[in-house]
């Protein structure tokens, strides 16, 4: 059988490679790393993350939490490693970045019929089976050989945003104090609180900083769900209070009270070493991150391991370009994957390149198509990014506001959600019997 082609080795590319060489088809996996990197990029692994280390709620009364479990149930690649190299983060799957991609690598690399070719792609093969997962940092040269694949349509692009990283041992605990939410799971934040007069200051800081030069950047542009946070605070002086910064369910141990607003810390890695300031994705020159963010009291004196960057994500136009199964409309031997085709969000784009890629297999092993249903969060995704009459199409995350509504009445929001998660792990088709038999 001649290998499937799949170009990047990022989430989507990493499972859509796993999932068709766990059925039998040979893959050649096409990376540019290390040869080249992008601006966002450091390692030369695979699967790497850059804006945050966190892959969002793990629970079943959030969507991106039922769709973790449902790619759990399915046999997930990269799931399987995010699980294994997770660190405590309260609710949330958050895993140490750097054994995360170490473990996707060493899979991927360690199967028997995965090739990896490194080096730059510029042009989409004329022929045989392609999964493009390049990314939403695709170079400028296979950007090009895509948009040529597509005379007749626009490439579309936002800006995200990845926040900075400092280490443990200079965050002043004495102004700070680990704790969860409500208390919800082990308190695993660093929360860093603020009184009103702090906030004031940093606030007028923050708003007045210098931006880094982002050709085309403008705030109407920016994503809401990877906002910088300096595009956030302009939007009003309380609007932190009631997003990053909200204090609800913090109480301060030394006060008892709810702190005027708190910033919180995220483990980045498992040794605790580094933490990751939590929503805080900017474009601030590197020199005004230093100065504004050090205004926080407990972190007056951090050390800044990494600081934010910006770049530009490029996805299509996919309603008017994909099928249900993220294949190209009319030439169907071409796929796209991960945050390409308009899914936001690692989970996302990890779900995008699995269900593409069991979709091919099914084609190339004779069998009926693979259609996850409207009420699992796969499928709810899948015909999200298909939907011919959505008009204005935006990146999306998973929400429960993509699947069909119950139909009966539940009492409370994470009743319903909860109700909505197990109408959805019901509906979700079986693992195939040759992956049940190596015990996948």
Same mark, same amino acid.
């Given at each position: 059988?001649?290998?499937?082609?799949?170009?990047?080795?990022?989430?989507?590319?990493?499972?859509?490679?796993?999932?068709?060489?766990?059925?039998?088809?040979?893959?050649?996996?096409?990376?540019?790393?290390?040869?080249?990197?992008?601006?966002?990029?450091?390692?030369?692994?695979?699967?790497?993350?850059?804006? *945050?280390?966190? +892959?969002? &709620? /793990?629970? $079943?009364?959030? #969507?991106? %939490?039922? =769709?973790?479990?449902?790619?759990?149930?399915?046999?997930?690649?990269?799931?399987?490693?995010?699980?294994?190299?997770?660190?405590?983060?309260?609710?949330?799957?958050?895993?140490?970045?750097?054994?995360?991609?170490?473990?996707?690598?060493?899979?991927?690399?360690?199967?028997?019929?995965?090739?990896?070719?490194?080096?730059?792609?510029?042009?989409?093969?004329?022929?045989?089976?392609?999964?493009?997962? *390049?990314?939403? +940092?695709? &170079? /400028?040269? $296979?950007?090009? #050989?895509? %948009?040529? =694949?597509?005379?007749?349509?626009?490439?579309?692009?936002?800006?995200?945003?990845?926040?900075?990283?400092?280490?443990?041992?200079?965050?002043?605990?004495?102004?700070?104090?680990?704790?969860?939410?409500?208390?919800?799971?082990?308190?695993?934040?660093?929360?860093?609180?603020?009184?009103?007069?702090?906030?004031?200051?940093?606030?007028?800081?923050?708003?007045?900083?210098?931006?880094?030069?982002?050709?085309?950047?403008?705030?109407?542009?920016?994503?809401?769900?990877?906002?910088?946070?300096?595009?956030?605070?302009?939007?009003?002086?309380?609007?932190?209070?009631?997003?990053?910064?909200?204090?609800?369910?913090?109480?301060?141990?030394?006060?008892?009270?709810?702190?005027?607003?708190?910033?919180?810390?995220?483990?980045?890695?498992?040794?605790?070493?580094?933490?990751?300031?939590?929503?805080?994705?900017?474009?601030?020159?590197?020199?005004?991150?230093?100065?504004?963010?050090?205004?926080?009291?407990?972190?007056?004196?951090?050390?800044?391991?990494?600081?934010?960057?910006?770049?530009?994500?490029?996805?299509?136009?996919?309603?008017?370009?994909?099928?249900?199964?993220?294949?190209?409309?009319?030439?169907?031997?071409?796929?796209?994957?991960?945050?390409?085709?308009?899914?936001?969000?690692?989970?996302?784009?990890?779900?995008?390149?699995?269900?593409?890629?069991?979709?091919?297999?099914?084609?190339?092993?004779?069998?009926?198509?693979?259609?996850?249903?409207?009420?699992?969060?796969?499928?709810?995704?899948?015909?999200?990014?298909?939907?011919?009459?959505?008009?204005?199409?935006?990146?999306?995350?998973?929400?429960?506001?993509?699947?069909?509504?119950?139909?009966?009445?539940?009492?409370?929001?994470?009743?319903?959600?909860?109700?909505?998660?197990?109408?959805?792990?019901?509906?979700?088709?079986?693992?195939?019997?040759?992956?049940?038999?190596?015990?996948?």
């Amino acid at each position: 059988m001649q290998p499937v082609i799949v170009i990047g080795a990022g989430l989507a590319g990493s499972e859509a490679a796993w999932q068709l060489a766990q059925r039998g088809i040979p893959v050649e996996l096409r990376e540019m790393k290390p040869h080249k990197m992008t601006p966002a990029h450091h390692s030369p692994d695979f699967g790497e993350l850059v804006c *945050s280390n966190s +892959l969002r &709620s /793990d629970q $079943l009364e959030n #969507a991106v %939490g039922l =769709l973790k479990e449902e790619l759990r149930r399915s046999g997930s690649l990269i799931m399987q490693c995010a699980d294994e190299t997770r660190v405590q983060a309260g609710g949330a799957l958050a895993v140490d970045r750097h054994a995360f991609s170490a473990a996707i690598t060493e899979k991927i690399k360690g199967h028997p019929l995965i090739t990896v070719v490194e080096g730059e792609v510029t042009q989409i093969p004329e022929e045989g089976e392609v999964i493009i997962a *390049s990314g939403p +940092l695709t &170079s /400028d040269a $296979l950007s090009e #050989a895509i %948009g040529r =694949l597509f005379p007749d349509s626009k490439y579309l692009n936002f800006f995200d945003a990845a926040a900075p990283l400092v280490t443990f041992e200079s965050v002043d605990m004495d102004s700070a104090y680990f704790a969860s939410r409500y208390d919800r799971g082990t308190p695993d934040y660093i929360n860093c609180p603020m009184t009103e007069e702090e906030y004031d200051a940093f606030w007028t800081a923050l708003v007045s900083a210098q931006e880094a030069e982002v050709h085309g950047f403008e705030d109407a542009g920016v994503f809401e769900g990877c906002m910088p946070v300096e595009v956030m605070a302009r939007r009003g002086r309380q609007t932190l209070c009631y997003g990053p910064l909200k204090p609800v369910g913090l109480r301060d141990p030394k006060t008892g009270k709810e702190p005027f607003a708190v910033v919180q810390l995220r483990r980045d890695n498992a040794q605790g070493s580094i933490y990751n300031i939590v929503g805080f994705q900017t474009h601030l020159k590197w020199p005004e991150q230093k100065r504004v963010f050090s205004m926080i009291p407990a972190l007056k004196n951090a050390e800044f391991v990494r600081y934010g960057v910006m770049h530009r994500n490029t996805y299509l136009d996919s309603p008017r370009l994909l099928d249900r199964y993220y294949r190209v409309r009319g030439n169907e031997r071409i796929t796209f994957a991960g945050q390409i085709t308009g899914v936001e969000g690692y989970v996302e784009s990890t779900a995008s390149g699995f269900v593409a890629a069991v979709e091919l297999a099914h084609r190339l092993l004779g069998k009926p198509p693979m259609d996850y249903p409207r009420e699992t969060a796969l499928g709810a995704l899948a015909l999200y990014i298909s939907d011919e009459s959505v008009v204005q199409f935006q990146p999306m995350n998973i929400n429960f506001g993509l699947i069909p509504q119950l139909g009966y009445r539940v009492k409370g929001k994470r009743n319903k959600n909860a109700e909505l998660s197990r109408r959805a792990l019901e509906a979700l088709p079986r693992l195939e019997p040759d992956q049940t038999e190596r015990g996948e």
